[in-house]
């Protein structure tokens, strides 16, 4: 079976634009959660969110003309996949039709293009239908998301979506891993996009009272994953994108190796549309069977990235799974949790911490879970605080929950 190796990382996150700034954010524990500006929040409880900085140059990857046609995640992708590509030193354009036809895409995303669908509505229902977009109808399918990644770099092999909740971008990885095993494909470009900072779909959130109302004042404290008086989620957006190949060929042509994908699990509950499970079985079980699969003994494990979200029963019941997957070996573990530096950004959030994890690899430096002043009693594990820690991780797991009973996780190794 091959293995994977992760030879190429970009990012836009709401606390950086760019692998290393975020990776300099991250690691220095500077939030990147803000008042929202993308519309007036005033009217809602919640009027904070994990927003990117308004620097970030849509120009640059979508044109003026094709703006209103595409949501507001094309951009988000297409700057991050540009500069996975480029520090893999791939070159699309220098390719010919055959070694794009050997390219993949796989895309995680929850929302989609849900920010693009609500635009479309409000114009029609407040009788400017006639502005409504040509491409209305498959740009307001979620599959066109992978499509555009595809078309605006010239990659010809499978070109998937993968949606399923919070999950949706590890699940990506996870496939993409497992096509890259197989010899199906020997690149995949895979990773996650979300870009939800919309008025119904913040009104949603908020109806389901999962969210932090407390900090609207100081935005940067509001998520505060595994803390006693933690109150909610932030919501967030962003892309984090990654260049996996089989490992051999990117040995063979001398590309820097972050890192390889080494294992996968996932699992489902069966159980609520939105509540976890108390027990934490399942989302321990896929911890398990991504460990199984890279043949990592779970007390080699140096480092969990946590789902972390801020949400009383996640973190609470998260902690849990990891005692569970991990035994007493759970307390020697060290752990962060992304979400308290850039907020939720859904779907891509696996991704986020994926990203993450590597470069914490690479720098043997954890990044810290900020915001933690008196941890839950129930959450009672090594959470990495501020100022971050070093640490030289050779082993490493990232952990997902989602809406749905969903769970997943992948193994990394230090190559």
Known sequence: MHRVAVTGIGAVSPNGIGRESFWQASKNGESGVRRITRFDPSEFAVQVAGQVPDEF????????????????????????????????????????????????????SGGGSQDFTEEQYRLFYTGHFKQCSVYTIPTSTIGTLASEVSMRFGFRGL???????????????????????????????????????APLILRGFQLMRI???????????????????RDGFVIAEGAWFFILEEMERARARGAHIYGEIAGYGSTCEAYHRVRLEECGEEPARAIGMALAEAGIPPSEVQYVNYHGTSTELNDRVETRAIKLAFNSHAYKLAGSSLKSLIGHPQGACGAAGIAATLLAMRDGVLPPTINLDEPDPECDLDYVTAPGRHLQIEHAVGNCIAFGSKNSAVALRRV
């Open 57 to 108: 140059d849509e120009t640059r990857y979508v044109t003026a003309k094709d703006r209103p046609h595409v949501s507001r995640s094309v951009p988000l992708a297409a700057a991050a996949v540009a500069e996975a590509l480029a520090d893999a030193s791939l070159e699309p354009a220098a390719m010919s039709r055959d070694q794009l036809r050997e390219i993949g895409v796989i895309v995680g």
């Open 159 to 197: 070109s998937h979506i993968v949606s399923t909740g919070c999950t949706s971008s590890t699940d990506a990885i996870g496939y993409a891993m497992r096509n890259i095993q197989a010899g199906v494909l020997h690149t995949v470009v895979a990773g996650g996009v979300d870009a939800p900072l």
């Open 211 to 229: 969210m932090s109302t407390r900090w609207n004042q100081e935005p940067q404290r509001a998520s505060r994953p595994f803390s006693k008086d």
